[in-house]
């Protein structure tokens, strides 16, 4: 039996808040996917809450931050899509 590794995800974050149940859904594909993505609470820093309403222009959890190797960033909002990113873009 192999064991899967956890995959460190670098450029990417996950703005959430613990009791929000589309987090949670988005949450539990990384668990299973083994993605290790920072997580960034907005409910309890205030300061997370600023950056994504200032980056992604609206305040709804959960939103994936996604930084190129270029320094392009984009914000993805949608539990959906975002696991469909994690399925298409970090998942092997
Ligand atoms: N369709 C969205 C729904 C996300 C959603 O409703 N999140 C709630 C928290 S559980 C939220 O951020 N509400 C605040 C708002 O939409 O302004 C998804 O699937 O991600």
Redesign the pocket.
């Known amino acids: 039996m192999s064991v899967r590794q956890v995959k460190p995800v670098t450029g990417h974050q996950l703005y959430y808040f613990s009791s929000?149940?589309?987090?949670l859904f988005v949450r539990l594909a990384m668990l299973w996917w083994r993605l290790k993505i920072p997580l960034k609470d907005i409910m309890f820093n205030s300061a997370n809450n600023a950056d994504l309403m200032a980056g992604g222009g609206?305040?709804?959890?959960?939103c994936l931050r996604i930084e190129n190797e270029g320094g392009d960033v984009r914000w993805l909002?949608?539990?959906?899509d975002i696991v469909r990113y994690f399925k298409t873009n970090l998942v092997n």
């Open positions: 929000c149940p589309y987090c609206k305040n709804q959890v959960p909002y949608e539990s959906i």
